[in-house]
């Protein structure tokens, strides 16, 4: 009897409750705003690198940038990296007491995970795919718990489905991290080492090593979306114009475009897209359009103002003829 009543326990949670996490992201406080940072190490970078986001060092060199383009601010040893040092080692912390699902050291290669806290227990590699399947609940979260070091395969890819966000999904590695050439991961990653993001490597979120040196190679790296481009469509129209037609190139992890349009203009097709379509009201006037990118994790860095000159409709008059 008692089993059957814990038995129908559970299936009311489940039931009530269908958005439980199976696992607790740690806090990542004034490191939240880094992409790359290491608390202990120098930072360097070879080739066009470019990277939305804060970056640096609390006790290293730091060499690489330009030509590497930052989209955020560079710390080096200053009251901001501080911060960032105590906050990674805290995190780190906290998730070296997490247990977890016991996983295996050979990730990938088709392999897909559900929501919760995993643990490899030892060095560990990724090849091939590996997916994270949220199974339809945005607000899942991934821990995954690499008792080592972890290296992923040339070409190897996190496939986030089923609404996973990489803002949710944490990694904790014991060890260098290697992320291979045209390999793409995501989430954000507590390294206890060294890192190194090898040829045209993308990564999909943040890595916070809290000892060890960061070394970039003609690599893509954000968190929030990339900052927005250029504004492209038409410069003058009249009031009362219809589906005039503004684009921006596409915006690395934006899932959502949020538009500004001078007043009196309505976005009558593509809102929250990268082309939309506008109307001009009879009242519109001349002003600024601009553009950032959405995700779960926060907001890009909005686009330039592209202006817009609206000229006025021609008086009306009674009078066609003398």
């Known amino acids: 009897m008692k089993n059957?009543?814990?038995?129908?326990?559970?299936?009311?949670?489940?039931?009530?409750?269908?958005?439980?996490?199976?696992?607790?992201?740690p806090n990542l406080g004034a490191a939240s705003a880094f992409t790359l940072f290491t608390?202990?190490?120098?930072?360097?970078?070879?080739g066009n690198t470019n990277i939305s986001g804060n970056i640096g060092t609390n006790a290293g060199l730091f060499t690489g940038f330009p030509p590497g383009v930052v989209n955020g601010q560079i710390h080096i040893e200053n009251a901001?990296?501080?911060?960032?040092?105590?906050?990674?080692?805290?995190?780190?912390?906290?998730m070296s007491t997490l247990g977890g699902s016991v996983l295996g050291v050979l990730l990938g290669n088709g392999q897909e995970i559900t929501p919760g806290t995993y643990n490899t227990g030892a060095a560990?590699?990724?090849?091939?795919?590996?997916?994270?399947?949220?199974?339809?609940?945005p607000d899942a979260v991934f821990i995954i718990r690499i008792g080592g070091a972890f290296a992923t395969g040339i070409s190897s890819n996190v496939i986030l489905i089923n609404s996973a966000s990489m803002c949710n999904v944490y990694w904790q590695i014991g060890g260098q991290f290697d992320m291979g050439d045209n390999s793409v991961f995501a989430g954000t990653v507590l390294v206890d080492g060294a890192v190194n993001l090898y040829e045209s490597s993308v990564?999909?979120?943040?890595?916070?090593?809290?000892?060890?040196?960061?070394?970039?190679?003609?690599?893509?790296?954000?968190?929030?979306?990339?900052?927005?481009?250029?504004?492209a469509g038409?410069?003058?129209?009249?009031?009362?114009?219809t589906e005039v037609i503004?684009?921006?190139?596409?915006?690395?992890?934006?899932?959502?475009?949020?538009?500004?349009?001078?007043?009196?203009?309505?976005?009558v097709s593509g809102i929250n897209t990268n082309s939309i379509k506008v109307d001009f009201a009879l009242t519109s006037a001349s002003g600024n359009i601009?553009?950032?990118?959405?995700?779960?994790?926060?907001?890009?860095?909005?686009?330039?103002?592209?202006?817009?000159?609206v000229s006025p409709l021609p008086p009306t008059s009674s009078i066609y003829h003398q």
């Open 4 to 25: 059957k009543l814990l038995f129908l326990f559970i299936v009311v949670v489940l039931f009530v409750y269908p958005k439980i996490n199976f696992g607790q992201a």
């Open 290 to 309: 601009n553009v950032y990118g959405v995700n779960a994790c926060g907001n890009g860095i909005i686009s330039a103002n592209y202006s817009v000159t």
């Open 39 to 46: 608390a202990t190490g120098a930072f360097t970078n070879l």
């Open 246 to 267: 503004y684009t921006v190139p596409l915006i690395n992890n934006a899932t959502s475009y949020v538009w500004s349009l001078p007043a009196g203009a309505l976005i």
């Open 203 to 231: 990564l999909n979120g943040r890595i916070l090593s809290r000892a060890g040196a960061i070394s970039t190679h003609n690599i893509t790296a954000a968190y929030l979306p990339s900052a927005a481009g250029t504004i």
């Open 80 to 94: 901001a990296s501080v911060l960032a040092a105590t906050a990674v080692q805290n995190a780190y912390t906290y």
């Open 124 to 137: 560990s590699s990724l090849n091939g795919n590996l997916t994270l399947n949220a199974l339809g609940n």
């Open 234 to 241: 038409t410069a003058l129209v009249c009031q009362g114009q």
